[in-house]
């Protein structure tokens, strides 16, 4: 087991055979996160939640968000090196999800930002009409301080699992804009230039079919502010992210594909965050697991390093092997969503599987960032609680994972109905048969297949343990095609 490869990122995914492009400059970046990256990121962490300026002192709404000024320049530092524009003019797609790799080892919850943004050109692009994608999509690319930030808002006071039900927001028709009336309730990235919105076209049924998606604006065409900021969020991680409640009062908005398909929109982007999630997650556990080496190296206990104790070695070993497991399982979610991203309904078999393996993956990174998290502080005993280091903090920021972009819940049952419908999993296991072990997959094979025969409520019931063998079977398997 090679340990040292846990010590930064570039050394971690070289460890693994990724290359890493020269243009990304991901050294550079590297370098600058241990420089003064770190320390903004503790900082911003410390401070807190950023505050909401509401009005200016002439009694106007403003809706300014006030952060500490290093803030902005860690920001930056990840849309000058391509953390979006990467997916249209450079390196390609999973070049983003490299600089969102870096990016989530040192801060996770800045990965947010940049990812929504990618999540709002992607679907810009590819179902804009041709004057809103050269109207909005060029700010959201541009490299410098002036660049446009994206945001993806869905959920409502309702609840987030069940939007065709909890989604109250409306759009009226109203010439080339639509006018949207609602309010959104968990809105990250608030402040936002651009935001994707799901909404209810007036008198369009109260289900999931019945949502459209809308590319929403900062500004009105008159310059006024398009949407309002109610109040910022007070989280337990992830606080370099302004996350706000926001309310739309007539909010000028531009549809996106057809409203019947609007669906399908919303689940194509947060189908993006969820791969960025498990990248996310999986930076997350190298970063856990290499604070914790650094202190198993130096901590003595009954006479020697507490990392020379066979316990502790055996768990370190196993915690590498399931990061590297981890890793392939989201690596390969991302080869997959740059191979179908163009896709649209009625999608494909490899579609489908897309979506199965971002399921598993999702469900899967993000309960073994937690557990890696968890892990990592007991590593450090008592120490590991304190606030005055870092190790609690990435606890904090892990218990944000499984939730956001869809709860375990939710993966487990979306990746149960890709199966049962689209039957995903068959062309999981003939995808997986070159590197798996001919009996394992077989059993794993029949396993999902007695499971589909379940009436329905048992199938519910019964999902998690299948859900979780099935992702760690696949992450293994993966895991074989990376240099380890
Ligand atoms: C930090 C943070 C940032 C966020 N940012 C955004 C954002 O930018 N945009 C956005 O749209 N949303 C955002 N969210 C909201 C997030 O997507 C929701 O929290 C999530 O989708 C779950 O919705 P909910 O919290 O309303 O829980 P609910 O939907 O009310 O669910 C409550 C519980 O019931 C479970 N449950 C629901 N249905 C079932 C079922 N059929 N079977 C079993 N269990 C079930 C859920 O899994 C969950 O455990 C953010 C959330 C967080 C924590």
């Not at 410390?46 to 006030?66: H, N, Q, Y």
């Not at 600089?99 to 679907?123: N, R």
């Not at 109203?174 to 651009?194: D, H, I, M």
């Not at 991203?341 to 199965?356: A, K, N, T, V």
Request: charged share 25%; with cysteine; proline share 6%.
């Amino acid at each position: 087991m090679d340990l040292e490869a846990l010590r930064t990122p570039t050394r971690f995914l070289q460890s693994l055979g990724i290359s890493l492009p020269p243009e990304l400059e991901l050294r550079e970046l590297e370098d600058w996160w241990e420089a003064e990256g770190k320390a903004i990121s503790m900082m911003i962490d410390r401070l807190g939640t950023p505050w909401l300026r509401a009005f200016d002192r002439f009694g106007r709404r403003v809706d300014e968000i006030l952060y500490p000024p290093d803030y902005r320049r860690m920001l930056l530092q990840g849309y000058r090196a391509g953390a979006v524009w990467h997916a249209f003019e450079g390196a390609g797609l999973p070049a983003t999800f490299l600089i969102g790799y870096l990016t989530a080892f040192y801060d996770a919850g800045l990965y947010c930002p940049y990812t929504v943004s990618l999540a709002t050109a992607l679907v810009l692009h590819k179902y804009g009409d041709s004057e809103l994608r050269d109207r909005f999509l060029p700010p959201l690319l541009r490299r410098d301080g002036e660049v446009w930030q994206g945001a993806t808002w869905m959920t409502e006071a309702g609840g987030g699992s069940d939007l065709g039900a909890t989604v109250e927001t409306i759009a009226r028709p109203g010439g080339p804009r639509w006018q949207l009336t609602g309010e959104k309730y968990f809105a990250s990235n608030v402040g936002a230039e651009l935001a994707l919105v799901a909404a209810r076209p007036e008198g369009a049924p109260r289900t999931v079919r019945g949502l459209a998606l809308f590319l929403l604006p900062r500004y009105r065409e008159d310059g006024s502010l398009n949407y309002t900021i109610r109040r910022l969020k007070d989280k337990i991680g992830t606080r370099a992210v302004p996350t706000g409640e926001v309310e739309l009062r007539d909010s000028e908005a531009y549809l996106l594909g057809r409203p019947e398909e609007g669906i399908y929109l919303i689940l194509e982007a947060l189908n993006v965050s969820r791969v960025a999630n498990s990248i996310g997650s999986v930076a997350l556990m190298q970063r856990a697991i290499a604070e914790a080496l650094t202190f198993a190296e130096r901590r003595v206990a009954f006479g020697r390093p507490i990392l020379e104790h066979p316990l502790m070695r055996r768990q370190f070993e196993e915690r590498v092997r399931t990061l590297q497991a981890a890793f392939a399982l989201a690596w390969t979610s991302v080869q997959m969503l740059d191979e179908v991203r163009m896709e649209r309904p009625p999608y494909s078999p490899r579609y489908h599987l897309f979506r199965l393996l971002t399921h598993l993956a999702k469900y899967w990174t993000a309960e073994q960032a937690v557990q890696a998290a968890k892990w990592a502080m007991e590593v450090h005993g008592g120490m590991g609680v304190l606030g005055e280091y870092p190790v609690e903090r990435w606890l904090r920021e892990a218990m944000i994972l499984p939730i956001w972009e869809g709860t375990p819940h939710r993966q487990i049952l979306d990746g149960l109905e890709v199966m049962a419908r689209k039957g995903a999993h068959r062309l999981l296991m003939e995808q997986l048969a070159p590197e798996a072990d001919p009996r394992t997959l077989e059993e794993m094979m029949d396993r999902v297949e007695a499971h589909l025969r379940l009436p329905p409520d048992a199938q519910e019931a019964q999902a998690e343990p299948l859900f979780r063998d099935l992702a760690r079977f696949t992450a293994d398997t993966l895991l074989r095609r990376f240099r380890v």
